[in-house]
């Protein structure tokens, strides 16, 4: 009999595998530059809030599709009768504020930006209770700067398309692609950003640590198992 193995309870358990030398791994060596190279005035690439822009996206896909009902796609790790983990592919109908929730609230993800978290929770309050939900009807009981936010996000709905955003590691795909497969690749994106930046706060402290630091890199092993797991499901290959 298969046995289904729940991805929350994989992203708390797998922190228990062995890792050896992260750290070396990604330090890179930067070449000395001439002292009579000349210096190109180019145009410093944008920087991005990875972060504030993923919980941007998820305020404006509830406000545009919370009340609508998709069907998901997911795979799902399980174990066959061999004792072997393999992912297979399930199907869940669920409405869209209703499927955000239940993902961020499996991985205990929080908003950080304030007045994203305030709007979040305000949404999913309102779409929970109110089923004829509008937006006009929601931004009428907000204050002036929350409805400057929200009046904001709708605006640049158009402005970014996945081609702009690849390679700032931004994952919005074009409405043509499907509104469930967006709030997937959206929340995944966000979870394998999250883990990215748990890794590098991992590694940092074993460089500046002189002790004993194999609990640490086997912390890493598990986030980064759990990333390949993740980006299996957003189909991109990790370089």
Not at 77 to 102: F, H, R, T
Not at 152 to 157: A, P, R, Y
């Amino acid at each position: 009999q298969i046995m289904n193995i729940s991805e929350a309870v994989l992203f708390n358990t797998l922190a228990q595998i062995g890792k050896k030398d992260l750290a070396d791994a990604s330090k890179r060596v930067k070449p000395e530059q001439k002292a009579f190279d000349v210096v190109k005035n180019e145009p410093l690439p944008e920087k991005v809030d990875v972060q504030y822009e993923l919980e941007r996206k998820i305020i404006e896909l509830l406000l545009l599709y919370g009340n609508e009902l998709e069907q998901f796609e997911d795979l799902v790790l399980k174990e066959n009768k061999d004792g072997d983990l393999i992912l297979e592919p399930e199907s869940l109908e669920s409405k869209v504020y209703e499927k955000i929730y239940l993902d961020l609230q499996d991985d205990e993800i929080e908003l950080t930006n304030p007045h994203f978290k305030t709007i979040y929770y305000k949404l999913i309050e309102d779409l929970n209770h109110k089923e004829d939900f509008t937006i006009n009807t929601f931004i009428a009981d907000l204050d002036q700067e929350m409805v400057a936010e929200i009046s904001s996000i709708l605006m640049e709905e158009e402005k970014y398309m996945l081609h702009n955003w690849e390679s700032k590691d931004i994952y919005p795909k074009e409405k043509k692609i499907g509104v469930s497969q967006l709030v997937s690749e959206t929340i995944l994106t966000l979870r394998c950003y999250l883990i990215k930046r748990r890794m590098e706060t991992l590694q940092h402290s074993t460089e500046e640590s002189t002790g004993d630091n194999s609990e640490t890199l086997e912390e890493i092993m598990n986030y980064l198992q759990l990333n390949q797991l993740l980006n299996k499901k957003l189909n991109r290959v990790l370089s």
